[in-house]
């Protein structure tokens, strides 16, 4: 009787983990809506540095922003 439940909530825990992999996968996929991508037409390097310049505006943006003060009790 032991063992039955012992290999039940494994079985339990394993599918918990499978579904939760699962999900993790499919959030990798999906591609980031805020960076659209590069002209199929350039090259690497041109690419690379298309990247390394949105990302560079992302941050400073996000860094201007003013950040929201907790309200006081």
């Keep these: 009787m032991r063992t039955i439940f012992g290999v039940l909530s494994l079985l339990i825990v394993v599918a918990i983990v499978a579904v939760l992999a699962k999900k993790q996968m499919g959030a990798l996929t999906v591609a980031p809506t805020g960076m659209p991508s590069a002209p199929a037409s350039a090259t690497l390097p041109q690419q690379s540095q298309q990247l390394q310049q949105q990302v ?16 006081e009790k």
Excluded: F, G, N, Y
């Design 56 to 71: 560079k505006q992302s941050v400073e943006t996000t860094l201007q922003q003013a950040r929201p003060m907790p309200d």
